[in-house]
T-cell receptor, first 116, second 116 residues
Framework: GAVVSQHPSWVICKSGTSVKIECRSLDFQATTMFWYRQFPKQSLMLMATSNEGSKATYEQGVEKDKFLINHASLTLSTLTVTSAHPEDSSFYIC????????????FGPGTRLTVT | AQSVAQPEDQVNVAEGNPLTVKCTYSVSGNPYLFWYVQYPNRGLQFLLKYITGDNLVKGSYGFEAEFNKSQTSFHLKKPSALVSDSALYFCAVRDTDQNTGNQFYFGTGTSLTVIP
């Protein structure tokens, strides 16, 4: 099956710094990538949808200037958490969908962000 | 709008007994339904999906789910639970509107514990 990787798998940063998380589709071209956020023992909340070569579409309540998403190629999307604060600590998961008609989504393993 | 509900936060079952994790859905149009499993600090792993066809869908690791249109349900089942099945299970419905990028809507998750 299709594989999606995320890097780093976990990261600790200081408050006020920025952190970049990469999401890669390893063996297929992802026309659309999704970024989710998951708090402990809670469900996944969609943050934004990004299509290759265009601006991301953010869900209501998600600050686009704080969570910068770039989908520069068909195999890579990045999420940058700018000026991170402790409340940004969470588990971030990306998923990727290819060109097939039913556009199955494949999920990455997630990135644990801790802001101190 | 699409949505799924998982009425049980926690399900406990003895090893070897059958297990059921419940999911009900609300969609406009034809439902595309999915089940995913998540182990601690890991991403989502695909178990099975219903798009069309037989109401009983068989998936990975011996899991199956029954699509019931009249009850708008898509319960996940397994005839004999294993301790290794203990994890967080998410039901999801996929939007079929091309304009919204086929995004997923997740339930709140059900924590399954299989007792040895």
């Amino acid at each position: 099956g299709a594989v999606v990787s995320q890097h780093p798998s976990w990261v600790i940063c200081k408050s006020g710094t920025s952190v970049k998380i990469e999401c890669r589709s390893l063996d297929f071209q992802a026309t659309t990538m999704f970024w989710y956020r998951q708090f402990p023992k809670q469900s996944l909340m969609l943050m934004a949808t990004s299509n290759e070569g265009s601006k991301a579409t953010y869900e209501q309540g998600v600050e686009k200037d704080k969570f910068l998403i770039n989908h520069a190629s068909l195999t890579l999307s990045t999420l940058t958490v700018t000026s991170a604060h402790p409340e940004d600590s969470s588990f971030y998961i990306c998923s990727a969908a290819g060109l097939a008609a039913l556009r199955e989504q494949y999920f990455g393993p997630g990135t644990r962000l801790t802001v101190t | 709008a699409q949505s799924v509900a998982q009425p049980e936060d926690q399900v406990n079952v003895a090893e070897g007994n059958p297990l059921t994790v419940k999911c009900t859905y609300s969609v406009s149009g034809n439902p595309y339904l999915f089940w995913y499993v998540q182990y601690p600090n890991r991403g989502l792993q695909f178990l099975l999906k219903y798009i069309t066809g037989d109401n009983l869908v068989k998936g990975s690791y011996g899991f199956e789910a029954e699509f019931n249109k009249s009850q708008t349900s898509f319960h996940l089942k397994k005839p004999s639970a294993l301790v290794s099945d203990s994890a967080l299970y998410f039901c999801a419905v996929r939007d079929t509107d091309q304009n919204t990028g086929n995004q997923f809507y997740f339930g709140t998750g059900t924590s399954l514990t299989v007792i040895p």
